[in-house]
């Protein structure tokens, strides 16, 4: 807070002469005369140099030291008055200023001397202030106060005591004084200031009634009846500086009080109470002007509409109804500015109250904010709406809009704001108002840039208002009175184009395409979307009409339109109108213009895994069975690998298999029907007695016409993989067992050799003359090989050790062939006694052959031989026995090539009995 202080001192009450001093003589000297009394005679002012002045007074103190009381105080009197006024002059007043203190108080303890007590206070409390020592300074205000309460100091003092307390912060100290000093009236010249530092005081004590009175009446003192500019200046002419001043900061202090009793008086109130009406502009004014500098902003609205309703004919009321509205928008209130604005425009805009005796409309600054306040709530209350989607504030929106258009009905945003009406009532849900309001934009307001669009708006008004209606003549004619009118429009197409769906769902096909031809038609050409929906009308109504072929031309338009998304579904719909076209030729019983049809398919659609895919398939598979009707085998072939190939989960594929065989068997390709055999040994869709013969002709073709690599796979696949009977089992057996002898792999034809004894050991009642025949010949295999085992065996030196290997391999053979023989299989069993009779002739020649020991002599030599012949002979005649009863069988009628070599082998060991025999076994 900006304070004045205002110390006055006067001169009041200071000698009126200096010291004269005589010039000096011939006579007494200064020392004759310290015993002397110095009398000083007063005498007329004589003017000096202050300096010198001073300088005497100074000296004049060292002489006078032990003079009597009074001419002293007399003395320290003038140095202190000389020394207060130099000390005014000095740059640092302070040194000097405390010179003076302590002179005064020196003065002021001579108790016995008559001075002016009250004279002595007034300078001392003045040279204290210089000094900077306030203590001092207070002190003797108070005791000049106390002790002289009539003397012409006390209004200055006690003025200067209430501004030294005013500045400690004793505001209740201050304020006495200052009620003294006022009480005193005019007749001090402290009055004005004590009222205006009382107002401070009382403002400072929260008093701010009474800080209002004191502010007022310096006002009323300084300005009388002045009247304010219309900027709220005070009219100061004829002011001091320091008054305008004064002034100007009692109206501060003013404003200042109805700041802090905003709530509890206003100015108004204050005006009245106080009978000053003269201030109420200037009040209203600088309180509206302190509001919005303190940023109070609300309240500089109340402030400047309080006094623009209690004033409507003083020439700036109208001016602090826009300050209003101005305070709220700088303070960013905008709905409590809104309301403003409303009042604002319903007085002036609507109900058209004057402007000081002008109509609004013809006040440019008016009309400009009505124009601009308008489109801000118009706009507002729109938004509102837009957000809180409630009826009633589109109602609200929509009325503003129309008092709108009632204020301004001439203006060049007529078009635009009854087009924004259209759209507040359209999102209102009020379609048909909205209709009405779009089709005055568009049809009687003249041409201008939103007559088009209000066209088409009105349109789609019609259609909200019609949306639960299959097809409605108001939305017809809106339509096409819109694309008469303005063909041009972008949207004109896309009207007919809906249009065109109204009357394809309302089952009217005829007019559909007739609308929708008109769509594809349009001038400008419609856009791609717009061409795409009504070759999709005309597309969906030849469908209806089972016009297959024209479906297919639409479809193709339309598939070269429609995005990429929508093109599976679309591509699908074009897969079936090419597919019922093949199918009407299959009714007609045209198998190859069917067949032409189905295949164009293929062409038309490609292989994917989208919905088409599944009728290009049909239609592949159906071309294949037209070619079978056809008799067109190859070309029937190569339709149904090529379905295969392209959907190998589909359903048909399977049965494509099958045919695919008997095809391949008609043809007379063999290996490929082995293959497709194969495939179908292990479908799914089959009984396994139909996957087992399958499996038994692919193997049965791929022995045929493969490899032997290829028939083992096939062979050993048919054993593992499936449940076939055991005569099959025995059969793919000594099949594997042939096949492995045929490539050389003899360990892996005995695995299957092995595999025959086995069956047939495990077939129980299911064994037969063929499971025996091949597990005998299987057994006598292993048979040979250990009686090739046991001729590999040499005897050796030492003969024990070979010979007892010898023999062992020799049991082997001997038990292997008789595993053969029990077989009772003829032929075996003939050829295994012939080999059993051979093995034990072998090992008698062996016995005979072995190498004799080398350190025999002559006799042992010959001992030895005739103990070797003894241990060989014995098996030469099991060897005979056995071929023999092998020979014997040829009484039972088994006379074959084995029974024959065990003739032939006797004739050798027993030529007189067995030669004749074998020679008339010969000539047989």
């Not at 210089?130 to 108070?142: H, P």
């Not at 706009?379 to 009632?406: C, I």
């Not at 589909?650 to 290996?671: F, H, I, Q, S, W």
């Amino acid at each position: 807070m900006r304070v004045s202080r205002c110390c006055v001192f006067t001169t009041a009450g200071l000698f009126a002469s200096c010291l004269a001093v005589p010039a000096w003589s011939q006579g007494p000297t200064l020392e004759s005369l310290e015993d002397r009394e110095i009398v000083i005679e007063e005498s007329d002012p004589v003017a000096v140099d202050p300096a010198v002045q001073l300088d005497n007074y100074r000296r004049l103190m060292e002489l006078t030291r032990e003079q009597d009381p009074a001419t002293r105080v007399r003395i320290m009197l003038r140095l202190a008055q000389a020394e207060l006024e130099a000390s005014a002059d000095a740059t640092d007043p302070k040194p000097s200023a405390r010179k003076v203190v302590q002179l005064y108080q020196e003065v002021l303890a001579q108790e016995q001397v008559s001075i002016n007590r009250a004279n002595v206070l007034y300078n001392l409390a003045q040279a204290a202030d210089l000094a900077g020592e306030q203590d001092v300074a207070r002190d003797a205000l108070n005791s000049l106060i106390q002790e002289f309460p009539a003397s012409r100091y006390t209004p200055e003092a006690r003025f200067r005591r209430a501004e030294a307390l005013f500045v400690d912060g004793d505001f209740e100290g201050a304020a006495r004084d200052y009620e003294w000093l006022i009480k005193k009236g005019d007749t001090t010249p402290f009055y004005r200031s004590a009222k205006y530092k009382q107002g401070w005081s009382q403002y400072k004590l929260s008093n701010n009634r009474e800080s209002l009175n004191e502010f007022t009446s310096v006002l009323r003192l300084m300005l009388g009846d002045r009247q304010p500019s219309e900027s709220g200046d005070l009219d100061t002419s004829g002011l001091s500086q320091g008054d305008t001043e004064l002034a100007e900061d009692s109206l501060r202090g003013i404003i200042l009080n109805f700041a802090q009793l905003s709530g509890e008086l206003t100015p108004a109130e204050y005006v009245d109470q106080t009978k000053s009406r003269s201030f109420e502009y200037l009040f209203h004014k600088r309180l509206f002007d302190h509001y919005l500098e303190k940023e109070r902003y609300t309240d500089a609205s109340e402030t400047a509409l309080a006094f623009a309703e209690r004033n409507p004919e003083h020439p700036e009321s109208k001016r602090f109804e826009l300050g209003a509205i101005t305070a709220l928008e700088q303070g960013g209130f905008p709905s409590l500015a809104l309301e403003r604005k409303e009042i604002f425009v319903k007085d002036y805009g609507i109900d058209r109250k004057p402007w000081f005796g002008q109509d609004p409309l013809d006040v440019p600054e008016v009309r400009e904010r009505l124009d601009k306040w308008l489109d801000e709530i118009t706009k507002l209350y729109h938004a509102a709406a837009q957000k809180s989607k409630k009826p009633e504030d589109y109602d609200v929106a929509a009325e503003w809009y129309a008092r709108a258009l009632e204020i301004f009905p001439e203006a060049d945003d007529v078009p635009q704001t009854a087009f924004l009406r259209g759209e507040v009532l359209f999102e209102a849900g009020r379609f048909d108002d909205a209709a009405q309001q779009y089709n005055q934009v568009a049809y009687e307001m003249g041409e201008h840039d939103k007559a088009g669009e209000a066209a088409y708006a009105a349109l789609l008004a019609r259609r909200k208002a019609a949306e639960n209606v299959a097809t409605d003549e108001q939305v017809e004619q809106a339509t096409l009175r819109f694309a008469q009118t303005f063909p041009a429009h972008p949207d004109a197409a896309n009207a007919l184009a809906l249009l065109a769906e109204d009357r394809y769902r309302a089952e009217d096909l005829t007019g559909a395409s007739e609308i929708a031809r008109q769509v594809i038609a349009h001038e400008p050409a419609a856009t791609p979307t717009q061409v795409a929906d009504s070759w999709r009308i005309l597309a969906a109504t030849a469908e209806d009409q089972k016009d297959y072929a024209a479906a297919e031309a639409s479809l193709l338009e339309l598939i070269a339109l429609a995005p990429g998304d929508n093109s599976p579904a679309l591509r699908e719909r074009l897969a079936a109108a090419v597919y019922r076209q093949g199918e009407a030729q299959l009714e007609a019983g045209n198998d190859a213009q069917a067949r032409a049809e189905f295949m164009r398919l293929q062409e038309l659609i490609p292989a994917s895994n989208e919905p088409a895919a599944q009728i290009r398939a049909t239609a592949l598979y159906d071309a294949a069975a037209a070619s079978i009707r056809l008799e067109d085998k190859p070309q029937a072939i190569n339709q149904l690998n090529s379905f295969r190939s392209q959907y190998p989960q589909n359903k048909l594929a399977p049965e494509a298999t099958r045919r695919l065989a008997a095809l391949y068997m008609d043809t007379g390709d063999k290996r490929a029907a082995a293959r497709e055999y194969a495939a179908i040994s292990k479908q799914q869709d089959i009984d396994a007695g139909q996957r087992l013969a399958a499996a038994e002709q692919s193997t049965t073709l791929i022995a045929e016409t493969g490899t032997t690599a290829e028939a083992v796979d096939a062979y050993k696949t048919l054993f593992y993989d499936y449940d076939i009977a055991f005569p099959t089992q025995v059969e793919t057996a000594d099949k594997l067992v042939a096949l492995y002898g045929k490539t050389g792999e003899e360990d892996k034809a005995d695995f299957w050799r092995e595999k025959l004894i086995e069956l047939d050991a495990g077939a129980g009642s299911q064994r037969s003359e063929r499971s025996r025949t091949l597990a005998a010949q299987a057994q006598l295999k292993f048979a040979e090989e250990s009686g090739e085992a046991f001729v590999r065996a040499r005897l050796g030196n030492p003969l024990r050790q070979t010979l007892q290997v010898k023999k062992a391999r020799l049991e082997d053979a001997l038990a292997a062939y008789g595993k053969a023989a029990d077989y009772g299989i003829a032929d075996i069993t003939t050829a295994a006694t012939y080999r059993t009779g051979q093995l034990y002739y072998r090992f008698s020649r062996d016995l005979l052959e072995s190498p004799r020991p080398g350190n025999l002599d002559a006799e042992e030599a010959a001992q030895y031989e005739v103990l070797l012949e003894e241990q060989a002979f014995p098996f030469e005649e099991q060897a005979i026995d056995i071929h023999q009863a092998n020979m014997a069988r040829a009484a039972d009628g088994i006379y074959n090539e084995w029974v024959r070599k065990s003739q032939t082998e006797l004739a050798k060991l027993l030529p007189v009995r067995f030669a004749k025999t074998e020679r008339i076994s010969e000539q047989l």
